[in-house]
């Protein structure tokens, strides 16, 4: 490394020192030794029971730390999240459809009006994809603004997204992951499932984290 490269790091480092995803302390590495400790010690993967019918396996409580790093990673730009928690996603299709095979692994799209630049879901699956070496796709687009999900009870939620979304291409007789960060009540979930058979796929889902109470108002996402 020449000198102006070690400058600038150096500059980068006292400006934006690193911290933890987690808890946002101060921290040589992205991920604390603490949260690490904890995080790993409370992954359970396993299926999901939601208030949709739904096939949604899941692995971490959307504890107050995970809870943090997905608004790190969906509102402050820590992208660097996405490696963590796709790393869980991976693990946990491994443990929960050991032997399945994915034609496309997907993710629940946004609404495009340029208000983010980034989809969350998108990059996990993405990286969900790579790991687990089934490929990419896109599968879904959704074709109106809805209001958040946050805060809307089950039947607002069902209501909420009722239409939103539509397959982009025929999917007959594939065999789809749909990936998202935090399953709910499933709602959103359930909804691109339902327009993903329409187009003949049959569709699994996994998620980074799951709230322990479906039912819970809470919720950030789905
Ligand atoms: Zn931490």
Do not use: W
């Not at 992951?177 to 935090?182: H, I, N, R």
């Amino acid at each position: 490394m020449n000198f102006l490269n070690l400058l600038i790091k150096s500059v980068k480092f006292l400006i934006f020192p690193p911290k933890c995803v987690f808890c946002d302390s101060l921290n040589t590495d992205v991920f604390c030794y603490e949260c690490k400790t904890q995080i790993i010690n409370s992954f359970r993967p396993h299926i999901i029971k939601t208030q949709q019918p739904l096939v949604c396996a899941s692995g971490l409580v959307y504890s107050r730390l995970v809870q943090n790093s997905i608004k790190n990673f969906k509102f402050r730009n820590q992208v660097n999240i996405s490696n963590i928690l796709s790393n869980f996603m991976a693990s946990t299709v491994k443990s929960c459809f050991k032997y399945e095979k994915f034609d496309y692994v997907t993710y629940v799209p946004m609404y495009k009006d340029n208000s983010k630049s980034y989809n969350q879901s998108e990059i996990l699956a993405k990286k969900v994809s790579k790991i687990l070496q089934f490929p990419f796709e896109i599968c879904l687009k959704k074709t109106k603004k809805n209001k958040v999900q946050r805060g809307l009870n089950f039947q607002e939620r069902q209501l909420n997204v009722k239409g939103v979304y539509k397959s982009v291409k025929s999917l007959k007789n594939k065999k789809i992951l749909l990936c998202d960060d935090v399953v709910t009540t499933g709602a959103t979930l359930s909804e691109c499932v339902k327009e993903l058979s329409k187009s003949g796929a049959k569709v699994i889902c996994v998620t980074a984290a799951y709230t322990e109470k479906n039912n819970s108002l809470n919720g950030n996402s789905s």
